[in-house]
């Protein structure tokens, strides 16, 4: 892994992505002024869960700027020359995100993200050169993508009271 001393010029990009991160998370806190703040049933309302991404993603935002205007992002792989991207990658991601779109309201909430957390991370594996087509590796995925889609639905649904397609009625799954 070379790290790659950044120029001017990509210090400058770098700096502009930053503050395009501050300008949605202020874009997302203008948009949470108009939401209603009435709590619900979690005893909070639904304006809560916008103010903490816009206040995350400020933060996030302003330290890409300062590690940006203080020399650059630092550990930065330097460029592969790839002369184009990786079109197979791009397609299991793609896939994913299609796959998720189409089956959220008939397999639910938890199995739709999972599918596209799986595909997803196969195309990014691919596009490394580290394509893992194990069953065991398939299994990890699926697993993995249960552990972050479950709690996030969960969360929604029985904390926020935010309905989320589900494939049961019990609120579980």
């Known amino acids: 892994m ?14 502009v992505v930053g503050a395009g991160v501050v300008l949605l998370a202020l874009g997302l806190a203008a948009g949470a002024v108009s939401i ?8 909070v309302g639904p304006n809560f869960l916008p103010w903490v991404i816009s206040a995350a993603l400020l933060i996030c ?7 940006a205007r203080t020399g650059g992002f630092r550990s930065l792989e330097a460029p592969t020359d790839a002369v184009q991207g990786h079109w197979p990658g791009f397609a299991w991601v793609s896939a994913g995100l299609l796959a998720n779109a189409a089956l959220i309201t008939t397999i639910g909430f938890i199995f739709s993200c999972t599918l596209c957390f799986v595909l997803a991370v196969q195309g990014l594996r691919g596009a490394e050169g580290r394509a893992d087509r194990r069953p065991v590796a ?3 995925d699926v697993l993995i993508g249960i552990a972050i889609s479950a709690p996030v639905f969960w969360t929604f649904t029985k904390f926020l009271a935010i309905n989320l397609p589900g494939l049961t009625s019990s609120g579980w799954l």
């Open 2 to 15: 070379t790290q790659a001393t950044p120029s001017p010029a990509q210090i400058r990009l770098q700096t």
């Open 36 to 43: 209603p703040s009435a709590a619900g049933y979690g005893g």
């Open 61 to 67: 935002g302003v330290f890409i700027v300062r590690e």
């Open 138 to 140: 398939w299994l990890k």
